[in-house]
């Protein structure tokens, strides 16, 4: 992919070109902003573009150059980040970026290391990292990608040029999962609102119906009242966080119809009817507490809670706050 092809950040891409053309690109970046919405995307076609036989401020994707980074096997581009057992980015990897980077390219025209999820980098590595970030050789390149810029070093932070990644709007992404990625309309339209422009998220669902398993979420845990709601097996957290955000996203939907929201703005566009049934049945009061439920139940999931029990609990509230 190149950057022409990338959806949705123009902005950055845009002064990133900039920076290539005008010859003024430095020597360290930080790629911020929300996650799954392209930013290691971006660093990757960055250092494509960067040591293309053909493009100039873009890759062209068929050439040696590109197709090496396309395969991870390009010996002067290198994506640093914990392997799946790994919580922190520990120092051999930034040593390893130390003793790399003082050297010519291997064959390309600049050495790139992107080092994903900075966040991880524990103390040691990012003062090993800061001595780099000093004075990087001209011809290298260091990107740090993080959603949580606030967990890195000061220091770390000053020596780099910020990038900012906003999501992309959320007509323009179901415009494009729609048109440009096959899903249909009423899906494209609930990936959009649920995944608040999060592309790559987005992508994940693809081939897995989406709507059918939303769906039967909320009709086990909101329409079956008595005995309370349960999982057959204990859900991972990823899963039950994400059935959390569906539950708020329904009764979300709820509040908006009762304040007179367009039906388009509805998540569960496909449910609008039985939406516009049930409203009558909370109150503005009820629908509060409900939303604060379900916000707490989804911080209580950050410590190690039993899921099962969480929503076992979270269905008998919410059911004892229909009228
Ligand atoms: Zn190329």
């Not at 909101?222 to 009764?251: H, M, W």
Request: glycine share 6%.
């Amino acid at each position: 992919m190149s950057f022409k092809d990338i959806l949705g950040q123009n902005a950055p891409i845009r002064i990133l070109q900039a920076y290539i053309s005008e010859g003024r690109l430095a020597g360290g970046y930080l790629f911020t902003g929300p996650r799954g919405i392209g930013k290691k995307l971006v660093a990757l076609t960055l250092a494509k573009a960067l040591n293309c036989l053909e493009g100039a401020i873009d890759s062209c994707d068929q050439c040696a150059s590109c197709r090496k980074v396309d395969s991870a096997t390009h010996p002067d581009v290198q994506v640093i980040e914990t392997l799946e057992n790994e919580t922190e980015i520990k120092i051999e990897y930034i040593r390893q970026l130390k003793s790399r980077i003082c050297l010519r390219p291997y064959e390309g025209k600049k050495k790139v290391f992107i080092i994903n999820d900075a966040h991880k980098l524990n103390p040691e590595s990012s003062n090993a990292l800061l001595k780099v970030l000093e004075e990087p050789p001209k011809d290298s390149l260091i990107i740090l990608v993080t959603d949580k810029p606030a967990l890195l070093f000061k220091t770390i932070i000053s020596r780099c040029k910020t990038v900012r990644f906003m999501p992309q709007r959320r007509q323009e992404l179901e415009k494009a999962l729609n048109e440009d990625f096959g899903f249909d309309r009423p899906e494209s339209h609930y990936l959009s609102f649920f995944y608040e422009g999060r592309l790559a998220d987005a992508l994940k669902m693809k081939g897995k119906d989406v709507l059918k398993e939303k769906n039967r979420l909320i009709d086990n845990f909101v329409l079956k009242r008595s005995g309370g709601f349960s999982y057959s097996s204990a859900p991972d957290r990823d899963t039950l966080r994400e059935d959390l955000n569906i539950l708020a996203g329904y009764f979300r939907d709820i509040y908006l119809l009762k304040i007179g929201m367009p039906h388009a703005e509805l998540i569960n566009l496909d449910r609008r009817s039985e939406l516009l049934r049930v409203m009558a049945v909370y109150s503005f009061s009820q629908l509060n507490e409900i939303l604060s439920l379900i916000s707490s139940s989804l911080d209580f999931l950050e410590h190690n809670v039993n899921a099962k029990l969480l929503m076992h609990n979270l269905s008998l509230a919410i059911g004892q706050r229909q009228i």
